[in-house]
C-alpha cells in the first residue's frame, strides 16, 4: 500500500535494518530528491527492513516526507532473492534517453 514515510518514521523503519549493505552516503544524497516510481520498502514478518534503507536514509538526510510503496509481512527468507538483478549501465540509461551511439558514447565518457 502506498504510505507517506515521514523522517520519523523511516527513522524507525531503519532501527530494524540488520542485514542491509552499509549505508552509502552519495546514494542516499542522490536520492535526496526522490520521485515516486512505485518502487517499495519491503518489511518482514519480524519488522524488519529487507528493502529500501537508501530511501529510507534519503527521507531522514532531507528531512521530507515521501510517498512508497511499503509492503509488509514478507517472509524473511526473501530477502536472498532481492537486488540480484543487473544494474543498469551509463550505456543503458543513454539509450533509454535515445541517444545514438549510447554504449560507444558511454565508453568514451
Known sequence: MKELITPTRASQLLENNKNN???NLNVVRSL???EYNGQ??????TGELLDGQHRL????????????????NVSATAFATMDTGR???????????????SALIATVM
Open 87 to 101: 544494474l543498469r549501465s551509463a550505456g543503458d540509461c543513454l539509450s533509454i534517453a535515445g541517444v545514438k551511439y
Open 21 to 23: 549493505r552499509k549505508i
Open 57 to 72: 536514509a534519503a527521507c531522514v538526510h532531507s528531512g521530507k516526507a515521501i510517498e512508497s510503496e511499503v509492503v509488509y
Open 32 to 34: 535526496s530528491k526522490w
Open 40 to 45: 517499495s520498502v519491503i518489511i518482514s514478518s
